[in-house]
């Protein structure tokens, strides 16, 4: 009796946990579809690559287990280490304001929880992403590795300085904050590159401002009122 049933029992039990995980998988799609119309699409957003992507990128997979249920809602969620992964929709604002073409390389300054690179690496060629905090960096390439992002290249280190030996880029985006947008990411933009970028004070209120590189210089225009977490120096 026992010699059949305890096959059959583990069979069970089994199956119950797929069904239950798939049936979780099924509600975040629904979640998933829901943000992308509501916050996206309703706010204004309509470059349709950047809305395929955000329809497709599983952002639960990048929030820490305990907030996962709250992955699709409309807002910033704590990461660990005092740090947040941004709200869906500056994600896909930020990511439109690019206008990013397929065989583009873009730099990112605050990889976070991974999920705006693995947004980025659906769209163009390589992605290569600074993050100050080392926990939080080795658990992003972590989570790209799992879901087979392979274009997706994670430096630990301090963002004021960009990436030397992979520059020029076509695009840069920076999703935290500094008092002013550092020289070098100026000097590692391809003529005719777009950066989005907050700038402000800590604590402050801050202005995402995009700009295109023309002739050397940044033609800057402030597109709205936005709070990121601080752009802090490797000696704060
Ligand atoms: N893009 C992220 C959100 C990042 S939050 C995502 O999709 O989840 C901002 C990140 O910037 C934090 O992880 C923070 O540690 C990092 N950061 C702050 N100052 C930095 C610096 N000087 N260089 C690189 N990363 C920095």
Redesign the pocket.
């Known amino acids: 009796m026992t010699k059949i049933c305890y096959p059959l029992f583990l069979i069970l039990i089994l199956l119950s946990f797929s069904t239950c995980s798939a049936q979780e998988e099924m509600d975040f799609t629904r979640l998933r579809e829901a943000m992308v119309n509501r916050q996206i699409i309703d706010r204004g957003v309509n470059d349709p690559n950047v809305i395929k992507v955000m329809r497709k990128v599983p952002r639960h997979l ?1 929030v820490p287990r305990k907030n996962r249920a709250f992955s699709y809602d409309d807002h910033p969620l704590p ?1 660990g ?1 005092g ?4 709200q869906p929709y500056i ?1 896909a604002f930020m990511t439109e304001a690019l206008k990013l073409k397929p065989g583009e390389r873009v730099l ?10 693995a947004v980025l690496a659906e769209l163009i060629n390589e992605v290569y992403s ?4 080392e926990a ?1 960096g080795k658990r992003a390439q972590e989570t790209l590795d799992k879901l087979g992002y392979k274009n997706v290249h994670i430096k630990i ?4 300085k960009g990436w030397p030996q992979k520059a020029p880029f076509d695009a840069i985006i920076v ?2 904050a500094p008092e002013q947008i550092p020289r070098p990411l100026i000097e590692q933009l391809k003529e005719g590159g777009r950066i989005i970028i907050p700038v402000g004070r800590k604590g402050a209120i801050q202005k995402l401002v995009r700009a295109v590189k023309r002739g050397g210089l940044l033609k800057t225009e402030d597109v709205m009122l936005v709070r ?7 000696d704060d």
């Open positions: 990048f990461i280490e740090q947040t992964i941004s994600v990112e300054i605050g990889t976070g929880s991974g999920y705006q690179a600074i993050e100050i905090i939080l280190g301090d963002g004021h999703t935290c990121f977490v601080p752009m802090v120096s490797g």
